[in-house]
């Protein structure tokens, strides 16, 4: 098992027994790419940008193309020669192969490949050598040699080579990061001397190098820092530099580990923690969601890294805390990939494994950020995380759930593991309920800040974002029917609505009528009360209404509401409403006449007019009339309603009642 960083890399090596485990947190594609495997008569070479296999046969003309990507899968007719290294370019328009030491050879591709090739050499004397060579961009391409690197543009229409940039320096061995665009030169004899590069389109820039430190053994010059034990890779939005610090076969003292070193274009690299690994031996990385992952071939285990996982939090914190600790631990034990039972057959590769297939072999190749190769079995797998295990892995919640909010698709298991908290049978005591909220909200609420500001949210304080109808739908409203004690899940609701006051997000009205219907439903009134009293529910139209329709159960919820209505101050046709819908015509126009003369004056006399017939009392209707004439009076001079309020048929009522305009 090995790690590779060569943008285009050639493997083959024998197969060792593996180990099974049940319990997998680890697992490699149901479906993995296969292609022919590696043979006396047959190469493999593998492209990291565009994630594609390449498959040479001696002798042959043919060459199979196999990419992750099904679209780019294709056979290509390339001319007889060695093959040191292929690869296309980011579009797929060119291809370069490497036939010598010191020549990359191009040719252009429309509906099949063009005959005419064309070439370039290093530039540098002829003691230089290739060591390697990778597209950084379409059109454009680095060659790294052993004494530095030329960064040339590729005119495929004039089939040339224009020199862009060359810079000078030793070299032992390259990592070309293309999803970074970044490049590591080694240098010096003990190859710990690194020389980081970043490509952009046209242009690269030298960021300032930076020593790497060896174990106390590593002191004689015939050790060196080995290019399988570096790596590069994004996580949490920084880019950093893995580096293994191991100690050679045969040798005791302490165990290796992983420095991680995160890279900046005006700092260089600044160590920023350790990686414990508690093991010696060969180790390859993969970064998969953010985790680091190392593998270890004598154990046939791999180890999962969270560098923002606080192993030590035992209470709440915010998910993005950076805590001042720079020893980090495997999140959980160190455990076995989970076991391929078999190898089906492929539309390009017939053969099929007749029993599991092993695992950790020597002929692994570990490729970022999530690949793995057996070029020996002729199978590509992407790695993957499965998060199930963890539930039984990480019994402290709030350090699973500190977990999972950084972890893509992880939402329905953590709402899972939320409403488990809540059940009888179930561990959670309410501090810790608190504190998972507390961890849910604080993520909602940083994402809908980057929403309001249109920034991209960061990865490091969480992807998963579980606002109030996840809670009610999967969580809150599941438990009703459930056994458990009403106390304990009026408790938790209230806990939920203070984290959401504490982070500033405004309370959905539906998890208020659960609160209340709680509440009524056990006959606990003058809690409710309270709970209304003291803001525990907060006012609004919903909850308001909520409370009118309670009224037949809790006659005072009819007072409550009103109130809460009138503390609103932007519910005065509401209140209005609710009034005239009990009859209350009286305390609604005295309501009115409360507000002032622009609220009276904007009110339509019909609906109360209206009210006041149905009532069948003729003084009530005698009084709501001349309320209102007197308010025509004030408008207009005179008490006639106006033509577009629609009043004659109560004008005439009036009359009939009353006898106005006959004479006495």
């Known amino acids: 098992m090995a790690a590779s960083h060569s943008a285009s890399s050639e493997a083959g090596a024998n197969s060792a027994p593996g180990s099974r485990r049940q319990l997998a947190y680890l697992k490699l594609s149901k479906e993995p790419l296969r292609f022919h495997p590696v043979d006396a008569a047959t190469s493999v070479f593998f492209d990291e940008a565009n994630k594609q296999v390449f498959v040479v046969e001696e002798g042959a003309t043919d060459v199979l193309v196999r990419g992750v990507d099904k679209s780019l899968n294709s056979k290509i ?76 543009f590729v005119n495929p229409e004039k089939r040339m080579l224009k020199l862009i940039k060359s810079m000078q320096v030793s070299v032992n061995w390259f990592i ?71 100690n050679p076969r045969g040798t005791t003292g302490p165990k290796a580990e992983m420095s991680l070193c995160k890279l900046t274009s005006r700092e260089g690299a600044t160590k920023t923690a350790t990686l414990v690994l508690n093991m010696n031996g060969r180790f390859a990385v993969n970064v998969v969601d953010n985790l680091i992952v190392v593998h270890h071939q004598a154990s046939k285990t791999s180890m999962v890294f969270d560098i923002k996982w606080n192993q030590n939090q035992s209470t709440g914190g915010g998910v993005d805390e950076i805590l001042p600790l720079t020893i980090h631990r495997p999140v959980v034990r160190p455990m076995s990939i989970a ?43 992407l790695v993957s995380m499965d998060l199930e295990p963890m539930l039984q892995l990480m019994p402290n919640k709030i350090q699973l759930i500190d977990f999972l909010l950084r972890r893509k698709g992880s939402k329905s298991i953590i709402l899972r593991v939320i409403k488990n908290a809540l059940q009888p049978a179930g561990e959670g005591d309410l501090e810790t309920i608190s504190c998972m909220f507390d961890q849910l909200n604080s993520v909602y609420a940083a994402r809908a800040t980057a929403d309001r500001n249109m920034e991209l949210p960061s990865s490091s304080r969480g992807v998963v974002a579980i606002d109030q109808s996840d809670m009610y739908t999967n969580v809150f409203s599941p438990l009703e029917d459930k056994p458990i004690k009403y106390k304990f899940m009026v408790a938790v609701l209230v806990e939920y609505i203070r984290s959401l006051n504490q982070f500033a997000i405004p309370v959905e009205h539906f998890l208020y009528e659960l609160v209340i219907n709680l509440l009524v439903r056990h006959n606990r009134h003058y809690q409710l009360h309270q709970f209304l009293q003291y803001h525990v529910v907060n006012d609004s139209k919903h909850v308001a209404c909520l409370l009118l329709s309670l009224e037949g159960t809790y006659p005072p919820a009819f007072q409550l509401a009103l109130d809460m209505l009138k503390r609103l101050a932007t519910a005065n046709e509401d209140i209005c409403d609710v009034l005239i ?8 126009l005295r309501f009115l006449r409360g507000l002032g003369p622009e609220a009276v004056a904007s009110v339509s006399p019909r609906r109360f007019l209206e009210a ?53």
Request: charged share 20%.
């Open 176 to 246: 070309y990061s293309h999803e970074n665009k970044v490049l590591l030169l080694s240098s010096s004899p003990q190859a710990n001397i690194i020389h980081p590069y970043h490509f952009k389109r046209g242009s690269v820039t030298r960021l300032p190098k930076f020593e790497v430190e060896l174990p106390t053994v590593y002191n004689q010059l015939s050790q060196k820092l080995l290019e399988r034990d570096v790596n590069v890779a994004l996580i949490y939005d920084r880019l950093y530099c893995m580096m293994i610090k191991n």
């Open 339 to 381: 076991p391929i039972p078999r190898l089906a057959a492929s539309e390009d590769y017939a053969s099929t494994s007749d029993g599991p297939v092993e695992l950790y072999t020597p002929t692994w190749i570990v490729f970022q950020p999530n690949i793995i190769i057996d070029a020996k079995l002729g199978t590509l797998w």
């Open 581 to 588: 819908s009990k009859n209350l015509l009286l305390p609604a």
């Open 612 to 664: 006041a017939e149905s009532t069948k009392d003729p003084s009530l209707f005698y009084t709501v009339f001349t309320f209102f004439e007197q308010r025509n009076v004030a408008l207009r001079k005179r008490p006639e309603f106006a033509p577009g309020e629609g009043c004659d048929e109560y004008v005439n009522h009036f009359n009939r009642l009353f006898r106005r305009g006959q004479d006495v």
């Open 77 to 152: 007719m390339l001319g007889r020669g060695p093959v040191i290294s292929i690869k296309f370019s980011l579009d797929q328009r060119t291809l370069a192969v490497q036939r010598t030491s010191r020549t990359i050879v191009f040719v252009n591709r429309g509906k099949g490949l063009d005959t005419a090739e064309y070439s370039q050499s290093c530039k540098s004397k002829s003691s230089t050598h290739l060591l390697g060579f990778s597209w950084t961009n379409i059109n454009e391409l680095v060659l790294i040699t052993n004494q530095g690197l030329e960064f040339y």
